[in-house]
């Protein structure tokens, strides 16, 4: 299993020379399967660079978390979807309203734009989430709904023996302090438990958290706990605020290893370009 990450800024695209070592677009990582199996979390902004990356690509599997606007505003421009011959499974949370393909379509279609969902040239089939884990290629993948505005889950995804877990958005501490509760009553421990990489949301210094408690995003102090806790190996640090540059962000990622402490690996700054080996046990992160 080896994953690429195409983008890792949160709420909103941030591009700029300030910006560049991590990089401005929101969340979009590839997962390569053993077999060849090609899985796609999320549809933020950098989809579209993924999708101009693929060649003679013909079928992927796009695993939504959510459908806020910055994990789907890439969707429309993914290259597959105007592939004739192309399939393209997309996965998301179940609504009791509306179908994963409507509530979609509320963003692809005009006037907000040109081209509706039911167009594209490509074979596309929306599925709803199991609730219990199901298999795509040679892995094994489970969802869990996580503690986000809107219906958002993280994403565990077990192959070969080896785990990676995918938590963009999540504030586990929305409903209190989580580090003296038990496993089953800490949000998402399922998709986090004895994780080889966890990409966590990890948003906010412990400062703007203060102000910002209950929009869904975690603090530095609580991504790592949370990382610990849940026995996680290596933390990678996702969803980047916009207003963050390049300097700031590693000031945060310094104030995460002080946190950390000496044991373990410290946790590492998420950015566009990072390749994250799971077919071996060792060094599984690489710029």
Not at 234 to 259: C, K, S, W, Y
């Amino acid at each position: 299993m080896l994953a690429t990450i195409w983008g890792c800024r949160g709420s909103l695209a941030a591009p700029g020379a300030s910006r560049l070592r991590y990089g401005g677009d929101t969340s979009c990582v590839e997962v390569r399967l053993s077999d060849g199996t090609l899985l796609v979390l999320d549809a933020g902004t950098g989809i579209r660079e993924l999708g101009a990356q693929l060649g003679t690509e013909r079928e992927v599997h796009l695993l939504l978390t959510h459908l806020h606007m910055d994990h789907v505003e890439g969707f429309p421009f993914f290259s597959l979807l105007w592939t004739a011959g192309a399939e393209v499974h997309v996965w998301g949370p179940p609504s009791p309203m509306l179908s994963l393909k409507e509530r979609l379509a509320r963003y692809m279609s005009p006037p907000l734009f040109p081209i509706d969902v039911h167009d594209v040239p490509c074979s596309t089939t929306f599925h709803d989430l199991p609730t219990d884990s199901w298999t795509i290629g040679s892995a094994t993948v489970f969802a869990q709904p996580i503690e986000h505005p809107g219906p958002t889950v993280g994403f565990r995804i077990e192959e070969n023996g080896r785990t990676f877990a995918y938590m963009p958005d999540h504030e586990p501490a929305a409903l209190g302090d989580f580090r003296n509760e038990s496993a089953d009553w800490i949000d998402g421990y399922a998709i986090a438990e004895d994780a080889d990489v966890l990409l966590h949301d990890s948003q906010y210094t412990d400062a703007e958290y203060a102000s910002r408690r209950g929009w869904g995003h975690s603090s530095i102090a609580d991504a790592v706990a949370y990382a610990q806790i849940t026995g996680v190996k290596q933390l990678l640090m996702f969803h980047h605020d916009p207003t963050h540059n390049d300097d700031e962000l590693e000031v945060m990622e310094r104030a995460a290893g002080e946190v950390w402490g000496p044991n373990g690996t410290s946790p590492k700054l998420a950015a566009t370009g990072m390749s994250i080996d799971l077919t071996t046990a060792a060094a599984p992160v690489r710029s």
